[in-house]
């Protein structure tokens, strides 16, 4: 490796960063990471903290998994690659297929399309949807709805049933035909309703209204996580997402869930759609698939639509997308590896209780903090601090004053992720209680420095 003097010295100079400004990385230089180990990361300085980040929602066994990097080692030396376009398949990938089937089982999903991430498995869900209306000869089914304050990854399909500004503006004109709907926001929404039960109804009603203003027979499929992740941690009330299944349901519309933070533990149960009780017919996974060690993912399938293309005889079934790393071997051997650590550790259970200590922690710091705004969480380990200027007025809190809170809070030995106004937490599942007691400490610091 160079040495430090080097890495900061060419910090950003030579790379443009995902979701940074090419001119604030140079002024304000990222921070270096060069060493992980449990739950915690070591910058170039040899600064430790625990990453409440959790790599980027995907580390969620920790940096020290041996079974995953084994497997990807072993997998490197007998199959670095090979396609599974038609006519060829892998060993690993198979061996992973038919785990999946397993583990989805509870969700009705028992089909994989494999990708190499989050928004690539958007994309097929996107494609698929349609082409499931298609095969069945309801071509005039092509339109999207979502949620604002929804995030779906940066490809252009993702990117429109996204339902953030900062996403899509700069990258517009995007896909014709993609709708949003208030999402269940009970901090800000506009109907001011602070009742999460009512607000859920009220979305509900604006999506009924959305789908007869559209017209049901236009509309292929209606995508959400079911807790709204990067667009900070937003859980719905319990009722949303099934009222969202049986709307979908009165009007043939598909329902994907996006899963790619929540698949494989973050919530406190297996899967976002289980813990709400909710079957969709798609569902996009990648991220802790493989742990964040190798860039993957997978779209599982419900046996509906599952039979309606198996069925097919008019060769309209045929599956016009894939990516060159779709059922990558040494993606799929990372994945074995991590699908049975997961589920040996039960990380699932981990994630509830430390994501109890950790919400009612933050609760206290909301109630201590008057920047604190408003603060999300209750549902595994996914939680969020909204800061504001000023109670009242709801005002978010100064870019500087948030950088401030960022950087005392590291270096009181937490890693925290800065998204707008809201900091947002997504530690690994295999989290201790000492380990959610400092990261309430350090972000106390950040908070009482701003
Ligand atoms: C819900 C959701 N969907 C899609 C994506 C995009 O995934 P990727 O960044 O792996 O392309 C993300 C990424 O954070 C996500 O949170």
Same mark, same amino acid.
């Given at each position: 490796m160079k040495d430090s003097n080097f890495l900061k010295e060419n910090n950003a100079r030579h790379m443009w960063h995902p979701m940074a400004h090419p001119a604030d990385?140079?002024?304000?230089?990222?921070a270096i990471i060069t060493g992980g180990k449990g739950v915690r990361i070591t910058d170039v300085d040899g600064h430790e903290t625990i990453d409440a980040v959790g790599g980027l929602w995907n580390v969620n066994l920790g940096y020290s998994c041996q079974p995953v990097k084994d497997a990807i080692a072993q997998q490197l030396d007998a199959l670095p690659y090979y396609s599974t376009f038609r006519g060829t398949s892998?060993?690993?990938?198979?061996?992973?297929?038919?785990?999946?089937?397993?583990?989805? %089982?509870?969700?009705?999903?028992?089909?994989?399309?494999?990708?190499?991430?989050? +928004? /690539?498995? #958007?994309?097929i $869900?996107?494609?698929?949807?349609?082409?499931?209306?298609?095969?069945?000869?309801e071509s005039g089914r092509t339109k999207y709805l979502s949620l604002k304050k929804g995030y779906h990854g940066t490809h252009t399909g993702g990117a429109s049933v996204n339902g953030n500004a900062n996403f899509r503006t700069q990258y517009e004109p995007l896909l014709p035909g993609c709708f949003h709907i208030p999402a269940p926001y009970t901090y800000r929404n506009p109907f001011n309703e602070t009742d999460p039960e009512k607000l859920s109804n009220l979305c509900i009603a604006a999506l009924e209204d959305e789908i007869a203003f559209q017209g049901g027979e236009t509309i292929a499929a209606f995508i959400m996580e079911p807790?709204?992740?990067?667009?900070g941690v937003i859980p719905p009330h319990k009722s949303f997402m099934? %009222?969202?299944?049986?709307?979908?349901?009165?009007?043939?519309?598909?329902?994907? +869930? /996006?899963? #790619?933070?929540? $698949?494989?533990?973050?919530?406190?149960?297996?899967t976002g759609a289980r813990h709400w009780?909710?079957?969709?017919?798609?569902?996009?996974?990648?991220?802790?698939?493989?742990?964040?060690?190798?860039p993957f993912g997978a779209v599982m399938i419900s046996e509906e639509v599952v039979e309606v293309f198996e069925s097919d005889t008019?060769?309209?079934?045929?599956?016009?997308?894939?990516?060159t790393y779709s059922?990558?071997?040494?993606?799929?051997?990372?994945?074995?590896?991590?699908?049975?650590?997961?589920?040996?550790?039960?990380?699932?259970?981990?994630?509830?209780?430390?994501?109890?200590?950790?919400?009612?922690?933050?609760?206290?710091?909301?109630?201590?903090?008057?920047?604190?705004?408003?603060?999300?969480?209750?549902?595994?380990?996914?939680?969020?601090?909204?800061?504001?200027?000023?109670?009242?007025?709801?005002?978010?809190?100064g870019k500087d004053q948030i950088a401030r809170i960022h950087e005392v809070t590291y270096a009181n030995g937490v890693m925290v992720r800065v998204s707008g106004p809201n900091i947002i937490l997504s530690p690994p599942l295999v989290l201790t209680t000492d380990d959610v007691n400092g990261i309430l400490s350090a972000l106390d610091a950040g908070l009482g420095a701003a």
């Amino acid at each position: 490796m160079k040495d430090s003097n080097f890495l900061k010295e060419n910090n950003a100079r030579h790379m443009w960063h995902p979701m940074a400004h090419p001119a604030d990385s140079l002024a304000n230089p990222p921070a270096i990471i060069t060493g992980g180990k449990g739950v915690r990361i070591t910058d170039v300085d040899g600064h430790e903290t625990i990453d409440a980040v959790g790599g980027l929602w995907n580390v969620n066994l920790g940096y020290s998994c041996q079974p995953v990097k084994d497997a990807i080692a072993q997998q490197l030396d007998a199959l670095p690659y090979y396609s599974t376009f038609r006519g060829t398949s892998n060993d690993a990938v198979i061996e992973l297929s038919y785990m999946l089937r397993d583990f989805f %089982a509870p969700d009705g999903l028992s089909r994989a399309f494999f990708t190499s991430g989050g +928004s /690539d498995s #958007v994309e097929i $869900a996107l494609r698929l949807a349609r082409q499931y209306h298609k095969i069945r000869g309801e071509s005039g089914r092509t339109k999207y709805l979502s949620l604002k304050k929804g995030y779906h990854g940066t490809h252009t399909g993702g990117a429109s049933v996204n339902g953030n500004a900062n996403f899509r503006t700069q990258y517009e004109p995007l896909l014709p035909g993609c709708f949003h709907i208030p999402a269940p926001y009970t901090y800000r929404n506009p109907f001011n309703e602070t009742d999460p039960e009512k607000l859920s109804n009220l979305c509900i009603a604006a999506l009924e209204d959305e789908i007869a203003f559209q017209g049901g027979e236009t509309i292929a499929a209606f995508i959400m996580e079911p807790i709204l992740g990067a667009g900070g941690v937003i859980p719905p009330h319990k009722s949303f997402m099934p %009222a969202v299944r049986a709307i979908c349901d009165k009007h043939g519309i598909l329902l994907i +869930s /996006d899963e #790619v933070i929540t $698949a494989f533990g973050r919530t406190g149960s297996w899967t976002g759609a289980r813990h709400w009780g909710v079957k969709p017919d798609f569902m996009c996974t990648a991220k802790a698939i493989t742990n964040g060690y190798f860039p993957f993912g997978a779209v599982m399938i419900s046996e509906e639509v599952v039979e309606v293309f198996e069925s097919d005889t008019s060769g309209k079934a045929a599956i016009g997308s894939g990516y060159t790393y779709s059922g990558h071997p040494v993606g799929a051997a990372a994945a074995i590896a991590c699908l049975k650590e997961t589920e040996r550790l039960n990380v699932h259970e981990n994630a509830a209780a430390r994501g109890a200590e950790l919400f009612a922690g933050l609760k206290k710091l909301g109630e201590k903090h008057e920047i604190v705004g408003d603060v999300r969480g209750g549902h595994g380990l996914m939680c969020a601090l909204e800061l504001v200027g000023d109670r009242a007025s709801k005002a978010p809190l100064g870019k500087d004053q948030i950088a401030r809170i960022h950087e005392v809070t590291y270096a009181n030995g937490v890693m925290v992720r800065v998204s707008g106004p809201n900091i947002i937490l997504s530690p690994p599942l295999v989290l201790t209680t000492d380990d959610v007691n400092g990261i309430l400490s350090a972000l106390d610091a950040g908070l009482g420095a701003a």
